[in-house]
DNA sequence: CTACCGATTATCT
DNA sequence: GATAATCGGTAGT
């Protein structure tokens, strides 16, 4: 399976955020049977958060020890965690010419282990289940420990593979942020 | 359907 | 000590 490459990563944040819409998330997860299951989803809903340019951005302030990966090589997982109970992943990307920047999933479309992931998600049924940032990861088992994983690798347990072609694309502002809430660096796929 | 509120803790100032 | 790139429950329209 293809999968986008470090090229595709190291552009724009604004850009990789809109054209990862339609790429799938897989996660090959351990479920104890002896060989890794795939758990995947359509990229269905982003943010782009970028650097100095951007004050709701981790990366507003300078390098810290949670945002490091933000600062490191395009193509990566940042996974933090927020609210006391909550996780979000994002995929390190900006062009060279800046020195940070991340995409922030928010939704994905259920394809591959809906069963498990609502096992995991404590759901009673696929409603929701992977719509938002808190709840997607929950529902693939992404925590701090895939902080920095490398995405463009699909022998990675967490990688992202080419998908499909979304036909239309909006943007709207970015969801709870107090800071730069003028951008309209969220992106969705648009109901056909 | 929308609006508000409390949960709960890593992280940064 | 304050805040946070959220969510689920509850109450109201």
């Given amino acids: 399976m293809k999968q986008p490459d470090l090229d595709f990563y190291s552009r724009g944040t604004e850009n990789v955020a809109r054209e990862l819409l ?4 897989v996660r090959m997860y351990d479920d104890g ?11 269905y ?10 004050p709701s ?5 300078g390098r810290t020890n949670r945002n490091s990966v933000m600062f490191q090589d395009v193509g990566k997982a940042y996974v933090y965690f927020i609210y006391g109970m909550h996780h ?3 995929v390190t990307a900006h062009a060279p010419d800046s020195d940070a920047g991340a995409v922030l999933i928010r939704s994905l479309i259920p394809i591959e282990g809906i ?8 759901m009673k049924n696929k409603l929701n289940l992977t719509n938002g940032p808190g709840r997607l990861t929950k529902a693939l088992d992404i925590n701090r420990s895939h902080n920095g994983l490398n995405l463009t690798d699909n022998r990675s ?14 943007s709207t502002t970015r969801i709870g942020i107090s800071r730069a809430t003028e951008k309209y660096w969220r992106y969705l796929i648009a109901k056909e």
């Fill in 88 to 90: 979000c992943m994002n």
């Fill in 57 to 61: 951005s981790h990366a507003f302030n």
């Fill in 33 to 43: 049977s002896g060989k890794l299951q795939r758990l995947s989803g359509i990229i």
């Fill in 157 to 170: 347990i967490l990688h992202i593979e080419d998908g499909i072609k979304p036909k239309k694309v909006l």
């Fill in 115 to 122: 069963d498990t992931m609502i096992y995991l998600s404590n």
């Fill in 22 to 25: 339609g790429k799938k998330l």
């Fill in 45 to 54: 809903e982003t943010e782009a958060y970028g650097s100095k340019n951007d």
